[in-house]
């Protein structure tokens, strides 16, 4: 007699069940899942970090920005919301800004980079 030999098809992966789940992502118990304006709000008593620390602003980036103390992303954000409102970047290369009168004060040139404007930014506040 002959021996047959029997072909066995590759493995696959299991067939899902219609009513299998997708795994939900959980947060780490050590995170907060509380955000607020994409940056994760500092626990009670918990140092708050660099960007969040309140900085006072010079006078002539307060005259764009706001009198009293801001946290630094807040001063880039109203920078930014100044900059937009104003239509103070360039047309032709959206990171170059243009500076107004107000800017001029605070950035010490006619226009900046966006790069630029953080390191200028910080040189404006306490």
Known sequence: MTEVTKKTAPKSAPAKSPAAKPAVAKASPGKSAVKSGGVDKPKPGSKPNALQQPLQPSEALAAVVGEGKLARGEVVKRVWDYIKSHKLQNPSD??????????????????VTMFEMNKLLAQNVK
């Open 94 to 111: 959206g990171r170059e800004i243009l500076a107004d009168d107000k800017l001029k004060k605070v950035f010490g040139k006619d226009k």
